[in-house]
T-cell receptor, first 116, second 118 residues
Framework: DVKVTQSSRYLVKRTGEKVFLECVQDMDHENMFWYRQDPGLGLRLIYFSYDVKMKEKGDIPEGYSVSREKKERFSLILESASTNQTSMYLC???????????????FGPGTRLTVT | AQKITQTQPGMFVQEKEAVTLDCTYDTSDQSYGLFWYKQPSSGEMIFLIYQGSYDEQNATEGRYSLNFQKARKSANLVISASQLGDSAMYFCAMREQRWGTGFQKLVFGTGTRLLVSP
């Protein structure tokens, strides 16, 4: 079974703190993703990575950075947490796929971050 | 750019009845893929079903089927014989492929919350 784990289910941080969210997958997937989920907005892509040390901005990268030093680990960093970053954060991974492949993304359990 | 629209914020259905969750999409790609995910209150995202744009038959997985109407750009999820455990958020998503690479990412709709009553 594919397993994607996230370091915390719940996290409470103060405004201005540096926050690290860790994600690890055990299926040797090339692609990894960080999403943010807010009510009424669905899942929005923050950053993604398609190889070690390779990263690209998603739709809402402002205020976030990422690190992928090893294939199995993808970290999301909030350099200076703000209250508007209170949200559910979901990590996902997937293998490389062909145009016709049905390779779905496998998700971690999510981290509910509250910034006070 | 791809776009997914789910117009039903919430749906109610009685146990054992069928329910259809709507999803429309917009893309200029000739080849694409559509996914449905379920998110229970515990928060994890569970993959349900996939439909490729060139698949001639509608996808089915147990009680889930996908009513794919390419000309209308719709990919509705049909859940037959609803169960209490089907109460969850449901997300429709489209694969966005980067040409010439194996990289894919998903574009998600805003979701539909389904409540199944006894």
């Amino acid at each position: 079974d594919v397993k994607v784990t996230q370091s915390s289910r719940y996290l409470v941080k103060r405004t201005g703190e540096k926050v690290f969210l860790e994600c690890v997958q055990d299926m040797d997937h090339e692609n990894m993703f960080w999403y943010r989920q807010d009510p009424g907005l669905g899942l929005r892509l923050i950053y993604f990575s398609y190889d070690v040390k390779m990263k690209e901005k998603g739709d809402i990268p402002e205020g976030y950075s990422v690190s992928r030093e090893k294939k199995e680990r993808f970290s999301l960093i909030l350099e200076s947490a703000s209250t508007n970053q209170t949200s559910m954060y979901l990590c996902a991974s997937s293998p490389l796929g062909s145009q016709e492949s049905s390779y779905e993304q496998y998700f971690g359990p999510g981290t509910r971050l509250t910034v006070t | 750019a791809q776009k997914i629209t789910q117009t039903q914020p919430g749906m109610f259905v009685q146990e054992k009845e069928a329910v259809t969750l709507d999803c429309t999409y917009d893309t200029s790609d000739q080849s694409y893929g559509l996914f449905w995910y379920k998110q229970p209150s515990s928060g994890e995202m569970i993959f349900l079903i996939y439909q490729g744009s060139y698949d001639e038959q509608n996808a089915t997985e147990g009680r889930y089927s996908l009513n794919f109407q390419k000309a209308r750009k719709s990919a509705n999820l049909v859940i037959s014989a609803s169960q209490l455990g089907d109460s969850a958020m449901y997300f429709c998503a489209m694969r966005e492929q980067r040409w010439g690479t194996g990289f894919q990412k998903l574009v998600f709709g805003t979701g539909t919350r389904l409540l199944v009553s006894p």
